[in-house]
């Protein structure tokens, strides 16, 4: 049991600054009134996008049956993509009266035997958890037997919340696989992309311009990253975190062991792109690259600025309310910002005292953060002459009540809004929204009705 | 028929279709007016069916989670958190019903739940459906005689014009509206339990309900018993009747794997027909046949020269597998995700109980595919024709209002099939 993680441990993560604060189990689910994922579903959203790695969920149905397939997690993987591929033991009765890890064991060799993957991902899920399937045996039996990585992942659903789930999922790479393979070469500027998980090619809307710049992504956990690559991952000059708190532990324990320093930023908008791309240039310190990073923002911003000339003027005077959570109350405002739209309120319910106070240096001393976005919404739309409502799907009937034009926000994307191009799809997209007539002619009333 | 292949040496699920019996549970309560569906569990089950199920109606999906954890699942036995969520919920909202359903993980540890259940002052009705166990076809059936057995009141002495209807899990709401019309159409008065046609069927309410909007009342439950005949449409809900039957002797029952296709609906028609003692039916119903004779006529050229695969829950995939046939579609390889009596009558060259990885290794064998949206990257990988059915159906929008079944529906599958198998033809020759 010497590679499970001590999960009180990742709760009290020394490096969030909420901890410095307040201690606040938040990981506590209340029965009959919970929301949101858990630890397994954590852990396959920061792992799953290795696409050269097989991920064998050991469990029964539901976990891997109504999960796999759901995220666009980009990959240049030539390979089969095997992030899209589903692999479940399935157990059954059988399995859980007698133990399922002799099927484990069978499912890891038809994977080796079919798939030849890069490693194995093995998951841990309640049930097998449960009844005590020793997947740590497993993994190192078979990782003797066919000399590549087999990652035992113990993130079973029960034990957690999503963000506790990504931090095991971090802990299993730091565990088995960061550390276990030189790179053929290193360079000054190598960086590790930590929390980037590529969603509709997001990543790819700036990797190119650090390659421009001659920093090299040596590894990432995990968008279109690769298993070769992050076992060397502990040879970077630096760790960059993209918008992911779960994975502090990670970057701190990296910089306890190897020594290397780590920056967390985001690439969201016009602003953030350039306050990230040169986060990282001065984080080596180096003058040259800081220059030519400016230089190359400058290009950049000019360039977009060209190609959204005609959103802005579009956007003039147009309003919006913004309801999220998360990071997304502020990232999002920014990015309307940026349009050229004004963000007159966004609900900071759901967001820690950073987020908070990154929402309040957003919007400025005029806008309305939101405590209860559920009763405050619709009386803003009407104070505020908003034009634009962006929330979950439950916010619609506000809008359409309100006759103004609807985003949801949790929507599954399509296309990529990272980076400065992104900023162009999310310009384009609210535009349409703005355009639509439907929020408007769904109100129309009946007939009969008064 | 075709022999049945129940391979499984495979130690794993490779793409698999298969879904879970909790999820069959939380959809069956969800066709039920005002309920709040509570899956016992961890919170992750529930997370990820209200995702599934969001998507797939691009509805809100009401659904509550016991939220076990690894030190409740140590120290309770279901008492705490059971107990712990009606009082969370409650104080909320006010549900008729609260549809508790189990997942794998209470019952690997063995929680009592009826025992808890019974403690409980508020009306709940309880199913054990453990995800190691069965699949969503089960869920559901088990969840509907659930209700049946600790709703529905013992009745004697029977009303003639009252009908049950109990439709499997692969009905989509437009299709169980279709079967009550129809029926409703011979003078009935039809009750469909569970009812996702008035729940899940993509209308636009007032505002976003907490808890189901639409579906069968919990009154109209309680008294279904004096219903003078019961029909079940799918083989897994014959045990639901036998549970209704045990209600009140003198309800008649009849049964029908599915309702897809000419012969399939004739049947339903005939029993109609001598129970109402009428000559002939409804004009609508009789212009409807006469559409699917043509149908199936215009459809039968492309059926005729395509091999399909489909890939269902087992009551789904007798009908498709039936509906195709019937126009000269020749079904080369039908697979199931469970077992099933239903699969000895399933319509194909070969049937497997299997998952799409199955199915991409035989895929010289077929040219088009009809399944859910797991399929769609094998038909792209595999350069075949895709109809997209069942669950779930994340790629496109207005499932809800999907018709396949009777006369009418069983134009619609045709030629969508028909016209799908026509259009990835002329890409190869291109």
């Known amino acids: 049991m010497a590679t499970k993680p001590k999960i009180k441990d990742l709760l009290d993560e020394s490096a969030c600054s909420h901890n410095k604060v307040r201690k606040v189990a938040c990981n506590a689910p209340k029965?009959?009134?919970?929301?949101?994922?858990?630890?397994?579903?954590?852990?396959?959203?920061?792992?799953?996008?290795?696409?050269?790695?097989?991920?064998?969920?050991?469990?029964?149905?539901?976990?891997?049956?109504?999960?796999?397939?759901?995220?666009?997690?980009?990959?240049?993987?030539?390979?089969?993509?095997?992030?899209q591929v589903g692999f479940t033991t399935d157990v059954t009765l059988n399995d859980v009266v007698f133990s399922g890890e002799e099927k484990l064991t069978k499912a890891i060799d038809y994977i080796m035997q079919h798939y030849a993957p890069q490693a194995v991902f093995v998951y841990a899920t309640c049930v097998t958890a449960l009844i005590g399937d020793d997947i740590d045996l497993i993994c190192k039996q078979a990782a003797q037997k066919y000399g590549v990585p087999m990652v035992p992942v113990h993130a079973a659903g029960f034990v957690g919340s999503k963000n506790l789930g990504s931090r095991l999922g971090g802990e299993a790479v730091l565990s088995h696989l960061i550390?276990?393979?030189?790179?053929?070469?290193?360079?000054?500027?190598?960086?590790?992309?930590?929390?980037?998980?590529?969603?509709?090619?997001?990543?790819?809307?700036?990797?190119?311009?650090?390659?421009?710049?001659?920093?090299?992504?040596?590894?990432?956990?995990?968008?279109?990253?690769?298993?070769?690559?992050?076992?060397?991952?502990?040879?970077?000059?630096?760790?960059?975190?993209?918008?992911?708190?779960?994975?502090?532990?990670?970057?701190?324990?990296?910089?306890?062991?190897?020594?290397?320093?780590?920056?967390?930023?985001?690439?969201?908008?016009?602003?953030?792109?350039?306050?990230?791309?040169?986060?990282?240039?001065?984080?080596?310190?180096?003058?040259?690259?800081?220059?030519?990073?400016?230089?190359?923002?400058?290009?950049?911003?000019?360039?977009?600025?060209?190609?959204?000339?005609?959103?802005?003027?579009?956007?003039?005077?147009?309003?919006?309310?913004?309801?999220?959570?998360?990071?997304?109350?502020?990232?999002?405002?920014?990015?309307?910002?940026?349009?050229?739209?004004?963000?007159?309120?966004?609900?900071?319910?759901?967001?820690?005292?950073?987020?908070?106070?990154?929402?309040?240096?957003?919007?400025?001393?005029?806008?309305?953060?939101?405590?209860?976005?559920?009763?405050?919404?619709?009386?803003?739309?009407?104070?505020?002459?908003?034009?634009?409502?962006?929330?979950?799907?439950?916010?619609?009937?506000?809008?359409?009540?309100?006759?103004?034009?609807?985003?949801?926000?949790n929507q599954e994307k399509k296309k990529s809004y990272g980076g400065y191009n992104g900023l162009l799809n999310l310009g384009e997209d609210l535009k349409n929204a703005l355009l639509n007539p439907v929020f408007k002619n769904v109100a129309r009333r009946a007939p009969w009705q008064k | 028929m075709a022999e049945v292949i129940h391979k499984n040496n495979k130690p794993l699920q490779v793409n698999p279709f298969k879904l879970s019996q909790p999820m069959g549970a939380t959809l069956a309560f969800l066709g039920v007016d005002s309920c709040m569906p509570l899956m016992h569990g961890g919170q992750g089950c529930t997370s990820f069916s209200k995702v599934f199920f969001t998507r797939?109606?691009?509805?809100?999906?009401?659904?509550?989670?016991?939220?076990?954890?690894?030190?409740?699942?140590?120290?309770?036995?279901?008492?705490?958190?059971?107990?712990?969520?009606?009082?969370?919920?409650t104080q909320k909202v006010t549900p008729s019903l609260i549809g508790l359903h189990t997942t794998g993980l209470p019952e690997t540890k063995g929680d009592d739940v009826a025992g808890v259940a019974r403690q409980i002052d508020f009306p709940l009705v309880h199913v054990n459906t453990p995800?190691?166990?069965?699949?969503?076809?089960?869920?559901?059936?088990?969840?509907?005689?659930?209700?049946?057995?600790?709703?529905?009141?013992?009745s004697e002495g029977v009303n003639d014009n009252k009908l049950v209807l109990l439709p499997h899990v692969s009905l989509q709401?437009?299709?169980?509206?279709?079967?009550?019309?129809?029926?409703?159409?011979?003078?009935?008065?039809?009750?469909?339990?569970?009812?996702?046609?008035?729940?899940?069927?993509?209308?636009?309410?007032?505002?976003?309900?907490?808890?189901?909007?639409?579906?069968?009342?919990?009154?109209?439950?309680?008294?279904?018993?004096?219903?003078?005949?019961?029909?079940?449409?799918?083989?897994?809900?014959?045990?639901?009747?036998?549970?209704?039957?045990?209600?009140?002797?003198?309800?008649?029952?009849?049964?029908?794997?599915?309702?897809?296709?000419?012969?399939?609906?004739?049947?339903?028609?005939?029993?109609?027909?001598?129970?109402?003692?009428?000559?002939?039916?409804?004009?609508?119903?009789?212009?409807?046949?006469?559409?699917?004779?043509?149908?199936?006529?215009?459809?039968?050229?492309?059926?005729?020269?395509?091999?399909?695969?489909?890939?269902?829950?087992?009551?789904?995939?007798?009908?498709?597998?039936?509906?195709l046939h019937d126009a000269g579609g020749r079904v080369a390889l039908a697979i199931s995700p469970v077992n099933s009596s239903q699969l000895q009558k399933v319509v194909a060259e070969k049937v497997i109980v299997g998952d799409l990885e199955d199915a991409e290794n035989m895929a010289e064998e077929y040219d088009v595919i009809v399944g859910n949206y797991h399929c769609e990257a094998l038909a792209h990988r595999q350069g075949k024709g895709l109809v997209l059915r069942g669950f779930p159906n994340w790629e496109q929008v207005g499932n809800a209002l999907k018709n396949d079944v009777l006369y009418e529906g069983g134009c619609y599958?045709?030629?969508?099939?028909?016209?799908?198998?026509?259009?990835?033809?002329?890409?190869?020759?291109?």
Not at chain 1, 47 to 76: I, K, N, Q
Not at chain 2, 131 to 154: F, H, N, R, V
């Open chain 2, 413 to 430: 599958l045709l030629f969508e099939a028909a016209n799908t198998a026509s259009s990835c033809r002329e890409v190869k020759h291109v």
């Open chain 1, 179 to 409: 550390g276990t393979r030189e790179p053929e070469k290193t360079t000054p500027f190598d960086i590790n992309l930590i929390g980037e998980y590529n969603v509709t090619g997001d990543m790819w809307q700036y990797t190119p311009l650090l390659e421009e710049l001659g920093i090299r992504v040596l590894s990432t956990l995990s968008g279109d990253g690769r298993i070769a690559d992050i076992r060397t991952a502990h040879r970077a000059k630096l760790n960059v975190i993209v918008c992911a708190k779960s994975l502090v532990s990670l970057t701190r324990k990296m910089e306890e062991r190897y020594g290397i320093p780590s920056i967390s930023l985001s690439f969201y908008g016009k602003r953030d792109t350039s306050k990230g791309l040169l986060a990282i240039a001065e984080a080596f310190g180096d003058a040259d690259l800081i220059l030519q990073t400016k230089a190359l923002i400058a290009r950049e911003e000019a360039a977009l600025e060209q190609k959204l000339a005609p959103y802005k003027v579009f956007f003039q005077g147009k309003k919006a309310v913004l309801n999220t959570g998360g990071n997304k109350t502020w990232s999002i405002a920014a990015a309307l910002q940026d349009l050229g739209i004004e963000v007159v309120a966004t609900a900071v319910k759901k967001a820690t005292e950073d987020d908070r106070e990154k929402a309040r240096q957003t919007l400025g001393d005029r806008g309305v953060l939101m405590m209860n976005p559920g009763a405050e919404q619709a009386k803003l739309i009407d104070e505020t002459g908003a034009d634009l409502l962006l929330a979950g799907g439950r916010s619609l009937y506000t809008a359409i009540k309100k006759g103004i034009a609807f985003a949801d926000v």
């Open chain 2, 56 to 89: 797939h109606f691009c509805e809100p999906i009401a659904i509550q989670t016991t939220a076990v954890t690894d030190a409740i699942a140590v120290l309770d036995g279901g008492a705490y958190s059971i107990v712990e969520s009606v009082k969370n919920i």
């Open chain 2, 173 to 323: 709401p437009i299709e169980v509206e279709k079967i009550k019309q129809f029926i409703e159409s011979f003078g009935f008065n039809v009750f469909a339990l569970p009812d996702l046609s008035t729940s899940l069927d993509g209308h636009l309410g007032d505002k976003q309900a907490a808890l189901s909007s639409g579906g069968i009342s919990v009154e109209d439950i309680q008294s279904l018993a004096d219903a003078g005949l019961v029909v079940t449409v799918g083989d897994s809900m014959q045990g639901c009747a036998k549970a209704l039957q045990a209600k009140n002797a003198e309800m008649r029952h009849y049964h029908f794997p599915h309702l897809s296709g000419l012969e399939a609906t004739d049947s339903l028609a005939e029993a109609l027909l001598a129970e109402t003692g009428f000559s002939s039916p409804p004009p609508a119903v009789s212009r409807w046949r006469l559409r699917l004779q043509d149908a199936m006529l215009d459809s039968h050229f492309s059926l005729g020269q395509s091999r399909f695969l489909v890939v269902a829950e087992p009551d789904q995939l007798a009908g498709i597998c039936q509906s």
């Open chain 1, 31 to 83: 029965p009959g009134a919970t929301t949101g994922g858990c630890a397994f579903e954590g852990a396959q959203i920061s792992l799953f996008p290795y696409a050269d790695a097989a991920h064998l969920v050991h469990g029964p149905m539901t976990c891997l049956g109504a999960s796999w397939e759901t995220r666009a997690t980009g990959t240049s993987w030539r390979g089969r993509d095997l992030t």
């Open chain 2, 131 to 154: 995800d190691y166990e069965g699949g969503l076809e089960s869920g559901w059936a088990k969840t509907c005689k659930a209700m049946i057995e600790q709703l529905a009141a013992p």
